[in-house]
């Protein structure tokens, strides 16, 4: 019989993923978080950095059912929702569930699909169902969709709508890891090799355990003062400081993101209470794509994350 807290055996489980992923610390963190708030992730990296890996290891680590679809421009919306079949021997249709009854899914360079798969897609993000042929079904209660983006490669890409962009809760932008990292990522690889594994072995993580860790999350308090110092910062986006940087602020929806992020990051922090330092950690991966920079910043050469960061250290802490 397992003793540990719902809390302890989500901080077991992303020891566990720092086990199986090396380098990756930030982006496994995130994932947990948007776990933990029933959100989306939108991961930005180049190829080998590790997204697909991080991702089934979270999936396995909850025993979730676990799904990658590759997006291609080919895709149709029936691949993704599932379709009805005719059985002859029947005489009746049949529906078929597609990815998208998964618990987990990885949308592997989701620009590449064409605006009728992204709307399919936009209705599970937002709406938790799917709509096939009249008929509205409801997806799994933990379902979280991770979608990929390589930002090299934009040839024969179809760039997400804001609209869709604003649905993802976290966008986060990965980097290569360290020598000491890339170390330690090559060693671990010979193991496997051998046949060695790690001891993962925490206990198990199910999917009750999550839905249970996700009230504790929403009861955390944030007081006051930090609620209106999450409001303020994305207040600074729309006006102000970011008026000539900025052609497009963010939504209340980002306000949303902040609170509900903060609160997992506190929750991982063993806390049960929101601090300035777990808004501050999670701002910029909850505003980065839910901001336009101005023609005026794109013909200076300043990115959003600069932008972001000048934003951010211009509102007072309380």
């Given at each position: 019989?397992?003793?540990?807290?719902?809390?302890?055996?989500?901080?077991?489980?992303?020891?566990?993923?720092?086990?199986?992923?090396?380098?990756?610390?930030?982006?496994?963190?995130?994932?947990?978080?948007?776990?933990?708030?029933?959100?989306?992730?939108?991961?930005?990296?180049?190829?080998?950095?590790?997204?697909?890996?991080?991702?089934?290891?979270?999936?396995?680590?909850?025993?979730?059912?676990?799904?990658?679809?590759?997006?291609?421009?080919?895709?149709?919306?029936?691949?993704?929702?599932?379709?009805?079949?005719?059985?002859?021997?029947?005489?009746?249709?049949?529906?078929?569930?597609?990815?998208?009854?998964?618990?987990?899914?990885?949308?592997?360079?989701?620009?590449?699909?064409?605006?009728?798969?992204?709307?399919?897609?936009?209705?599970?993000?937002?709406?938790?169902?799917?709509?096939?042929?009249?008929?509205?079904?409801?997806?799994?209660?933990?379902?979280?969709?991770?979608?990929?983006?390589?930002?090299?490669?934009?040839?024969?890409?179809?760039?997400?709508?804001?609209?869709?962009?604003?649905?993802?809760?976290?966008?986060?932008?990965?980097?290569?890891?360290?020598?000491?990292?890339?170390?330690?990522?090559?060693?671990?690889?010979?193991?496997?090799?051998?046949?060695?594994?790690?001891?993962?072995?925490?206990?198990?993580?199910?999917?009750?355990?999550?839905?249970?860790?996700?009230?504790?999350?929403?009861?955390?308090?944030?007081?006051?003062?930090?609620?209106?110092?999450?409001?303020?910062?994305?207040?600074?986006?729309?006006?102000?400081?970011?008026?000539?940087?900025?052609?497009?602020?963010?939504?209340?929806?980002a306000s949303l993101a902040i609170a509900r992020a903060a609160s997992a990051e506190a929750y991982l922090r063993g806390r049960d209470y929101v601090s300035p330092d777990d808004i501050l950690a999670v701002a910029p991966d909850c505003l980065r794509h839910r901001v336009m920079l101005s023609m005026q910043a794109h013909m200076?050469?300043?990115?959003?994350?600069?932008?972001?960061?000048?934003?951010?250290?211009?509102?007072?802490?309380?």
């Amino acid at each position: 019989m397992n003793t540990m807290t719902v809390q302890q055996q989500i901080l077991a489980l992303r020891e566990q993923l720092n086990t199986v992923v090396v380098g990756q610390h930030r982006l496994l963190d995130r994932l947990v978080i948007s776990l933990l708030t029933g959100g989306h992730v939108l991961v930005e990296g180049l190829p080998g950095l590790a997204k697909t890996t991080a991702v089934k290891a979270l999936a396995d680590g909850v025993h979730a059912r676990f799904k990658r679809l590759q997006f291609t421009p080919d895709l149709l919306p029936g691949d993704l929702t599932g379709s009805e079949v005719y059985l002859a021997d029947r005489h009746e249709f049949v529906f078929r569930e597609g990815p998208l009854f998964n618990e987990i899914l990885l949308a592997d360079e989701i620009n590449r699909a064409p605006a009728k798969v992204q709307s399919a897609l936009l209705e599970a993000m937002q709406e938790h169902q799917v709509t096939v042929a009249g008929v509205t079904r409801p997806l799994p209660p933990l379902f979280m969709v991770m979608a990929t983006q390589n930002p090299l490669e934009q040839a024969g890409t179809y760039p997400l709508p804001e609209a869709q962009l604003d649905r993802f809760l976290l966008h986060v932008v990965l980097d290569y890891p360290s020598a000491e990292e890339e170390l330690a990522i090559l060693r671990l690889d010979r193991a496997r090799l051998r046949g060695e594994r790690p001891d993962t072995d925490h206990g198990p993580v199910t999917v009750e355990t999550v839905l249970a860790a996700r009230a504790e999350v929403a009861d955390l308090h944030i007081d006051p003062s930090l609620e209106a110092y999450i409001v303020a910062l994305v207040g600074a986006t729309r006006s102000g400081a970011g008026a000539g940087q900025l052609a497009l602020g963010a939504s209340p929806r980002a306000s949303l993101a902040i609170a509900r992020a903060a609160s997992a990051e506190a929750y991982l922090r063993g806390r049960d209470y929101v601090s300035p330092d777990d808004i501050l950690a999670v701002a910029p991966d909850c505003l980065r794509h839910r901001v336009m920079l101005s023609m005026q910043a794109h013909m200076d050469g300043v990115d959003r994350d600069t932008v972001l960061a000048g934003l951010i250290g211009a509102v007072p802490v309380p």
